[in-house]
């Protein structure tokens, strides 16, 4: 894997902490006194809350998948929320040690409890999160009280765990041999954001939270309609998309082109981001249109949804921002931004690999075969891709397959040149077709409009597993 930070490392009086392709991979939360062997397991609680932190570049999104499974296995949807803050920039990383994080931690955990009426929460933290953790936890009694148990989700390692909880690690193939108390979980085939929202991992943390496995590692479709809420928010500060207007579109799963006259409903922005709830198909496909006054609408397609969730997200880009500086717009291609919370992953040591396929279909291009984006020049471990035609191509209107550097160079980004047709109104769709690695006869299909991206930008968010 290409390395994207100077490999250094940060010390702290609570721990210690290695950055590695831009993530905290390696922590020592507090010294061997907090270890607490002779109790490694929490008392199982029931249906006790759940608080997930996430990591770097990463929101609620992450833990999306794994709260439906709860709730597939009988936890209440109102029992599992997550704490979200900002690591836009290098600064951000050093706010997980500060004091301000942690007092904010608290007044969430604190509300957390109050509403649920339980005396302990469990924490669940993924990377960077486990830092928070450590510097929340560490030598301070009374937060600790609150905590019925931890679980590191691929960040920490050591014998110890932080502030007396009994804890849990669960690492994947970037930590193999890693210690956390004497409980962990090792999937080595598992990448570092895999393994925070695989079916494996949840029946782990099942198991650690309850004290029994779980009845099922599925995703259950709803019946009958699932209640979607969540939070459109500028990335990677997850500070809401104030004064913009989210409708939400019935589409054509063959097309991406809306299949109704009217949106099924409306929300204006406000500064905390939510909207919701709204009832949804669990079997539908959505547009999620996103209207950002005095500049392009953002459109977000996903796969359904298929039972209530509060941990929808839409990552929307500020004005001005690099992101948007950095892609190249006009009316005559499309801009697309694909995101999977499992990376895309193209040299595994057993020979599986992701593949992902971009046709289009229009009246100005209907003979072109489609193009696997991925290559072994990006690396492992991306987790968003952005694919548009460059103005730097010597034959514009071509797919080279180039890497785009800027995003190539960014945590969990790269970029990609190909070229797909737009319209002014649009009049074809772009197909992408995701081939699973380890599973390559269950291929996970999306279109969308061929939107112009003078106008438009394009977001294609694919499930963490595979949807049948």
């Not at 796969?303 to 948007?324: H, K, M, V, W």
């Amino acid at each position: 894997m290409r390395l994207r930070f100077t490999l250094g490392s940060y010390t702290h009086a609570l721990m210690t902490l290695t950055f590695v392709t831009g993530m905290a991979l390696a922590l020592s939360a507090c010294d061997s006194s907090s270890s607490n062997p002779s109790n490694p397991d929490p008392e199982p609680q029931a249906h006790a809350p759940i608080i997930f932190v996430h990591g770097t570049a990463g929101s609620a999104s992450q833990y999306q998948t794994q709260a439906m499974r709860f709730s597939s296995n009988g936890y209440p949807d109102e029992a599992i929320s997550a704490y979200e803050y900002s690591t836009a920039g290098l600064l951000a990383i050093g706010q997980a040690y500060s004091g301000a994080l942690s007092e904010s931690l608290d007044v969430h955990v604190d509300q957390v409890l109050a509403q649920s009426e339980a005396d302990q929460a469990y924490l669940v933290r993924h990377s960077l999160g486990t830092a928070v953790c450590g510097h929340y936890l560490a030598g301070d009694a009374d937060r600790a009280a609150k905590i019925a148990g931890y679980i590191a989700l691929d960040g920490a390692t050591g014998e110890t765990c932080p502030g007396d909880v009994p804890c849990l690690g669960v690492f994947g193939d970037r930590n193999v041999g890693a210690q956390l108390g004497d409980n962990n979980a090792h999937f080595p085939n598992e990448s570092h954001v895999e393994v925070a929202t695989s079916a494996a991992s949840f029946a782990a943390q099942y198991e650690f939270i309850t004290g029994e496995a779980p009845e099922t590692t599925d995703v259950v479709t709803a019946d009958d309609t699932a209640q979607v809420s969540g939070r459109a928010v500028y990335f990677p500060a997850n500070s809401g998309a104030e004064g913009t207007t989210l409708s939400i579109w019935p589409v054509e799963a063959a097309t991406g082109h809306r299949s109704a006259s009217e949106p099924v409903a409306e929300f204006t922005i406000g500064e905390d981001g939510r909207f919701g709830p709204v009832a949804l198909s669990p079997n539908g496909h959505y547009e999620f249109h996103l209207e950002r006054p005095g500049r392009s609408n953002h459109h977000f397609y996903r796969q359904p949804i298929p039972r209530d969730t509060d941990f929808l997200r839409l990552n929307t880009s500020p004005a001005g921002s690099e992101i948007e500086l950095n892609t190249h717009t006009d009316a005559n291609h499309v801009t697309l931004v694909v995101t999977r919370d499992m990376e895309w992953w193209t040299d595994r040591d057993d020979g599986s690999e992701d593949i992902l396929e971009i046709g289009t279909t229009s009246p100005t291009r209907t003979d072109e075969p489609p193009v696997n984006v991925l290559s072994s020049g990006m690396g492992n471990g991306d987790i968003g891709i952005h694919i548009h035609d460059t103005d730097t191509d010597e034959s514009p209107g071509v797919t080279t397959g180039a890497l785009i550097e800027w995003f190539n160079a960014q945590s969990f980004q790269t970029g990609v040149d190909v070229f797909m047709p737009a319209a002014e109104q649009p009049d074809g769709t772009v197909m992408l077709t995701s081939t699973p690695r380890g599973d390559s006869g269950r291929q996970q299909i999306m279109a969308v409009p061929n939107w112009p991206s003078d106008q438009h930008r394009v977001t294609v968010i694919f499930n963490d597993y595979i949807q049948d």
